[in-house]
T-cell receptor, first 115, second 114 residues
Framework: DAGVTQSPTHLIKTRGQHVTLRCSPISGHKSVSWYQQVLGQGPQFIFQYYEKEERGRGNFPDRFSARQFPNYSSELNVNALLLGDSALYLC??????????????FGQGTRLTVV | AQSVTQLDSQVPVFEEAPVELRCNYSSSVSVYLFWYVQYPNQGLQLLLKYLSGSTLVESINGFEAEFNKSQTSFHLRKPSVHISDTAEYFCAVLRMDSNYQLIWGAGTKLIIKP
């Protein structure tokens, strides 16, 4: 059974550009969360989606947006990229939200470098 | 506001020696507690979790963690480490209220010396 898959694995973008990161959850999982992990720090929560609705949002600017599709896959979009957006972006899937979200399965991440 | 503190960014230890990785948290509401492990070039994996019941929880590979409510701690321990335990370990908390986000510590790199 496939785990959480993220694409692309690596990406280099220029300041001001736009980027779209993709995530496919484990089959049967309806919740997808996105995290940003800057080198040397723990992950920071960006968004959670459940059944195609946003259920949680972290302290990130409006340049960050996401959506979830009917097949529960998800996209994270970042506009007007800044150098500080360089990070590992992690996607996690789980069966539900809140108390059901007690085990999140993580993909290997997308390494975004902004130059 | 809630936060998770992992005081040690790196912990070097000799193979077969015991280890403790420290985690303290602050939260205005009750929380669930987790330890995740990230092996080199791999994604995060759940190591163990505390939801309720016994305050001592164990993983399948010999790690254990004890929830101490009075000290707001969830330290991770292993009595004898192996070279394969080399990884970065992250402590995380999940609020029991309607906020769904995991709050993470900065991570502790466990370095096993032969």
């Amino acid at each position: 059974d496939a785990g959480v898959t993220q694409s692309p694995t690596h990406l280099i973008k220029t300041r001001g550009q736009h980027v779209t990161l993709r995530c496919s959850p484990i089959s049967g999982h309806k919740s997808v969360s996105w995290y940003q992990q800057v080198l040397g720090q723990g992950p920071q929560f960006i968004f959670q989606y459940y059944e195609k609705e946003e259920r949680g949002r972290g302290n990130f600017p409006d340049r960050f947006s996401a959506r979830q599709f009917p097949n529960y896959s998800s996209e994270l979009n970042v506009n007007a990229l800044l150098l500080g957006d360089s990070a590992l972006y992690l996607c996690a899937s789980s069966t539900g939200t809140g108390v059901m979200n007690t085990e999140a399965f993580f993909g290997q991440g997308t390494r975004l470098t902004v130059v | 506001a809630q936060s998770v503190t992992q005081l040690d960014s790196q912990v070097p230890v000799f193979e077969e020696a015991p280890v403790e990785l420290r985690c303290n948290y602050s939260s205005s509401v009750s929380v669930y507690l987790f330890w995740y492990v990230q092996y080199p070039n791999q994604g995060l994996q759940l190591l163990l979790k505390y939801l309720s019941g016994s305050t001592l929880v164990e993983s399948i590979n010999g790690f254990e963690a004890e929830f101490n409510k009075s000290q707001t701690s969830f330290h991770l321990r292993k009595p004898s480490v192996h070279i394969s335990d080399t990884a970065e370990y992250f402590c995380a908390v999940l609020r029991m209220d309607s906020n769904y986000q995991l709050i993470w510590g900065a991570g502790t790199k466990l370095i096993i010396k032969p």
